[in-house]
């Protein structure tokens, strides 16, 4: 469980808050208005000093990462096309090496489309289901109780096949990762891999 961060009091003199009068309120309103300037001074010098960080940050790491991808993309091109040389076992997708490790995870079918509430009608209507689903929210809506309609992506993968004839759903096929272990870093850089 994360800790709560506590905050320290802040030390500094307070102007005295009791108004007698309508000058006092009209004198108070005014330095309200100065302090929140100060304030807004100091957060948009820090905002931008925090900016030119991270333009700094940005100018020095661009290049790094332009070598990062151009060595990932070379490494991914001759795990492509020595594939059965380096992993012959097709049970086993791992491979070591003396500057850390390879592997190859299947990633599995999914649903590619996205939920709408147009769509989800689409289905409803197309099934004959839209007005009872919406007389049964609308009785359910009178009892402080609501439906959330959504895609049973379990029984679309089960059955794609009818799912994308009925519904016109659409998948992402089965594909293969590489994921790319470096032993000197605590980071795994993961990339397609042609099946």
């Known amino acids: 469980m994360a800790k709560a961060k506590i905050q320290k009091p802040v030390l500094t003199d307070l102007p005295n808050n009791v108004y007698n009068d309508r000058n006092d309120l009209t004198n108070a309103v005014g330095s309200l208005g100065n302090l929140r300037s100060e304030r807004d001074r100091y957060v948009g010098d820090a905002q931008t000093k925090?900016?030119?960080?991270?333009?700094?940050?940005?100018?020095?790491?661009?290049?790094?990462?332009?070598?990062?991808?151009?060595v990932t993309a070379g490494i991914v091109h001759f795990v492509k096309n020595r594939k059965d040389?380096?992993?012959?076992?097709?049970?086993y997708k791992t491979l070591k090496l003396t500057t850390g490790s390879l592997q190859i995870r299947k990633?599995?079918?999914?649903?590619?489309?996205?939920t709408s509430i147009a769509?989800?009608?689409?289905?409803?209507?197309k099934a004959g289901l839209f007005n009872a689903f919406?007389?049964?929210s609308e009785k359910l809506s009178k009892n402080f109780l609501r439906i959330k309609l959504e895609l049973n992506k379990e029984?679309?993968?089960?059955?794609?096949?009818?799912a994308k004839s009925k519904t016109g759903?659409?998948?992402?096929?089965?594909s293969e990762r590489l994921y790319i272990r470096?032993?000197?870093i605590d980071v795994e850089i993961d990339s397609e891999v042609a099946a």
């Not at 990633?107 to 996205?114: D, E």
């Not at 769509?119 to 209507?125: N, T």
């Open 169 to 174: 759903i659409e998948f992402n096929e089965e």
């Open 85 to 91: 040389e380096l992993f012959p076992d097709p049970e």
């Open 134 to 136: 919406t007389n049964l």
């Open 155 to 162: 029984a679309i993968l089960a059955d794609p096949i009818n």
């Open 50 to 70: 925090i900016t030119k960080i991270q333009d700094e940050l940005q100018e020095k790491i661009a290049p790094l990462d332009a070598k990062i991808s151009h």
């Open 107 to 114: 990633v599995p079918a999914s649903v590619k489309t996205r």
């Open 119 to 125: 769509f989800l009608e689409k289905i409803l209507e």
């Open 182 to 184: 470096p032993d000197s």
